[in-house]
């Protein structure tokens, strides 16, 4: 007989992440030059930790095992990619506009039903998810009530209307 498993608490949520990066200055302008993170610390060890509102830290970045490295070939495990939940469109639209503005391409913009996204690379290759979620009682269902995410091509003419200014 299968032995149930008791979900994991509802309020559970993914703390940071922490990357390595080839160049610690390079990373930073990307994270916080571009995308607005605050730095909160610097070691000198080789390492920062960056946050949005005061929190310790979202995002670590190191160069321990990695300074002047090159990204890991295709084909290989490991991190996909690093999303970054945005509370609105409105800051979806910041972002969007952020890294226009900073000349970086993005690999796609979709829209999953759920949630609208933004995909591009930071300046170590590491692949990085901007999204923000729409309200819950707007997600796409099935009739059996299950998930029913899809993945659509995002307006994101319409998406930088929503910027506040």
Known sequence: MAETVTPVAAATRIGHVHLKVADLDRALGFYCGVLGF????????GAAFISAGGYHHHIGLNTWESKGGRPPPSGTTGLFHTAILYPNRAALADAL???MSAGIALDGASDHGVSEALYLRDPDQNGVELYCDRPKEQWPRNPDGSLAMFTQRLDIDDLLRQRAT
């Open 38 to 45: 605050e730095l909160m610390q610097r070691m000198s060890s």
């Open 97 to 99: 506009h952020r890294v």
